[in-house]
């Protein structure tokens, strides 16, 4: 299987953007997927296929894709947004992959 | 409001055995494939296993291929996670999701 590479943490001020990418080869042609996870929750779904939004996710949350790398971007951040990050993809076989997960602190 | 409750979890020797429950609600089961995700103390998310909808179909990450079986019971709107020979590093919170949309609240399995 391959790995999907986050960043450990980002941190960001309140009413700031945040931008947590994920990289992996496989996402030039697999779709990636975002979840936010925070302690002692289980993770929340805010990105499938790559852009789109499960209803309910507010829309200071968006994803990008550029090549190799897939965006999580949170325009305006809120001190709830205080979390863990995971991308996602997924193998031809249909296996998932997680990323690393990222930490994002709000200061 | 869909909902999943996953049971079955607990302290278990190396070695032995336990099998997980997943039970859905407010869902038509039988049209969608599940999973199985983990997550050990302090770590990220790892897949698990995952089966089609229909059951026929199932995958195993390679860290537990040959030792944990998934199932699913369409008329019961149950999944399963049968877990043999485990091992201190499958200690973790299990996650049943149904294609990362909806996720139980998790159950812990120590294996000590």
């Known amino acids: 299987s391959y790995e999907m590479i986050q960043p450990p943490s980002v941190s960001v001020s309140p009413g700031q953007t945040a931008r947590i990418t994920c990289s992996a080869d496989?996402?030039?042609?697999?779709?990636a997927y975002w979840y936010q996870q925070k302690p002692g929750q289980a993770p929340v779904m805010l990105i499938y296929k790559d852009s789109k939004k499960p209803s309910g996710i507010p829309e200071r949350f968006s994803g990008s894709t550029s090549g190799t790398t897939v965006t999580l971007t949170i325009i305006g951040v809120q001190a709830e947004d205080e979390a863990d990050y995971y991308c996602q993809s997924t193998e031809s076989s249909g296996a998932w992959v997680f990323g690393g997960g990222t930490k994002l602190t709000v200061l | 409001e869909v909902h999943l409750v996953e049971s079955g979890g607990g302290l278990v020797r190396p070695g032995g055995s336990l099998r997980l429950s997943c039970a859905a609600s407010e869902i038509n089961f039988s049209i969608y494939a599940m999973c199985w995700v983990r997550q050990a103390p302090g770590k990220g998310l790892e897949w698990v296993s995952g089966?089609?909808?229909?059951?026929?179909?199932?995958d195993y990450a390679d860290s537990v291929k040959g030792r944990f079986t998934i199932s699913r019971d369409n008329s019961k709107n149950m999944l399963y996670l049968q877990m043999n020979s485990l091992r201190a590093e499958d200690t973790a919170v299990y996650y049943c999701t149904v294609q990362g949309l909806y996720w139980g609240q998790g159950s812990l399995v120590t294996v000590s």
């Open positions: 496989a996402l030039s042609d697999q779709y």
């Open positions: 089966i089609t909808n229909s059951g026929n179909g199932t």
